[in-house]
């Protein structure tokens, strides 16, 4: 009968303390509506982007739209945005302040067009060299690779390589 006393009285006694102890709601709210790095890639996006709207934003971060406007409110607040913009949740929009311009003008634009051009067509030529040395080892490679995992080549292939 004493350990039904002993339980009964512990319940008792948690009863009346628990009104006592802060509550956990409290610590929870003043916590941030959306995950820390959620601000950290909002601000990657606006540096990179001129517009962009809460439901891009939440399309792209994976955030709900609430969470989304939460963090478009506080970059706005920062002055990373500018004023947010249209009256409904999804439609509300802004303008970046930090937008970076890849490219200083067209010159600089086309110059690096042209070398990657240029890289491309090198990389195409390495492939057909004349005779056949670039093509010649990579099939040489995919022999030893085949070899090392017990595997046997086609006929066909094993021709090419014989060349």
């Not at 009285?9 to 409290?26: D, E, N, R």
């Not at 934003?57 to 920062?78: C, H, P, T, Y």
């Not at 439609?91 to 070398?115: E, I, T």
């Not at 030893?144 to 094993?158: I, K, T, W």
Request: positive net charge; contains cysteine.
């Amino acid at each position: 009968m004493s350990m039904k006393r002993r339980g009964f009285l512990q319940m008792l006694g948690g009863a009346c303390t628990a009104p006592l102890m802060p509550s956990v709601s409290i610590a929870s709210a003043t916590k941030a509506a959306y995950p820390a790095s959620a601000l950290h890639a909002a601000i990657y996006h606006a540096r990179t982007r001129v517009n962009f709207s809460v439901f891009a934003l939440a399309q792209q971060l994976g955030l709900k739209l609430a969470e989304a406007e939460a963090v478009m409110v506080e970059m706005s607040n920062r002055g990373i945005l500018g004023p947010l913009q249209g009256t409904t949740q999804s439609g509300r929009w802004a303008r970046s302040h930090v937008l970076q311009r890849p490219f200083a003008d067209g010159a600089a634009a086309r110059k690096l067009a042209d070398a990657r051009r240029a890289k491309a067509r090198d990389a195409q030529s390495k492939t057909f060299d004349e005779d056949g040395s670039y093509l010649h080892a990579f099939l040489t490679h995919l022999y030893d690779l085949c070899r090392a995992q017990g595997r046997v080549l086609h006929p066909s292939c094993a021709k090419l390589l014989a060349q």
